[in-house]
């Protein structure tokens, strides 16, 4: 379990944790309170949907002065659960606007795909080499998370670069695809403070969640590289305070970035050895190799690792994938050296 940060305030920002029930521990709302005379309430990231992260964001919330029903304008960072579960039950108390990136789907957390999409799916996991009991096992949380997060809808969709006016805390919205493909960071100039979402964490390397395209051998985002370029973006701004949606405030996010690189480079290193000594393999069977110990039961992440590397292998010409009746597998074109990979070593 990791440790309780608490409620804490940071001049105008204050951090409010709440549980998530996941492993992932608490997640970071952030609450930026009104100037004096502005009857603005920013809250940005909202807490999974349950009566205990409720009950979290009340009590931080309150001890500022304000209630829930208060907040004038929600911003999400992205649409993950723990980011909205409580966006439509915080919109119900408040009246608030929910703002997020264009990319954000539609209808917000409807888990439950229609057929079409599950048939798409099955096939797209069949081309990695999992089987169909895999897949069922991968998706039968959307279930569970059906039941205790409600949709929300976007009232405003912003794009890259949007200014979003809080009298004199204006926020800028930096679109950083990567983690998933509606992630924003909001960069807030004259004080050079920035909230990060999942795209820069403190303790955790972000994982670059699997794309599945609408068709089984759509054209898949290469979401590793694009989270590099994304971070890369990132790197000339100044920062005086990161925020982070887990963990705790930091300020060398150039640090940060280079020891992810750092990882990554290791690893791509790593599948480049499995596939020199074992030939042309599946995603899976990389998986497997790759993480002996957990691969079975966190199936997902571990795809989404290995199908990043292996297409960030592939991009840079490292590695080539064919298809075998309809299997994707992946062989060595030659192993990488450091400082091979062009979006690694940019500083
Ligand atoms: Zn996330």
Known sequence: MKDKLGIKRFGRVVRIPSPTGFDVGDINSYLILPKPGSRQLVLIDTGVGTDAAWKALDQGVQEFGFTIADISLLLLTHAHTDHFGQASKIQRASGCEIWGHEAIPESVGNFLPGPDRVDAEKKFFRRLGFTDAMYEKIFEYRHYISDIFEPCELDKALVDGDVIPIDDFELQTIHTPGHCAEEVVYWQPDSRQMFSGDHLLPDITPVCLLDIPDQPDGERVHALGQYYRSANKLLPYDLESVYPSHGDVFADHRALIAGYKLATERRLLKISRILERHGALTPLQVGQYLFP???????????????????????????????????????????????????????
Not at 301 to 328: N, Q, R, T
């Open 293 to 347: 110990k957990v691969w079975e039961t966190e199936l997902y992440a571990v795809s989404s690792e290995v199908i990043g590397h292996l297409d960030m292998l592939v991009d840079e010409g490292y590695a080539m994938a064919h298809s075998d009746e309809g299997v994707l597998r992946f062989s060595l074109v030659a192993v990488p050296q450091p400082g091979a990979i062009p979006v690694l070593t940019v500083q």
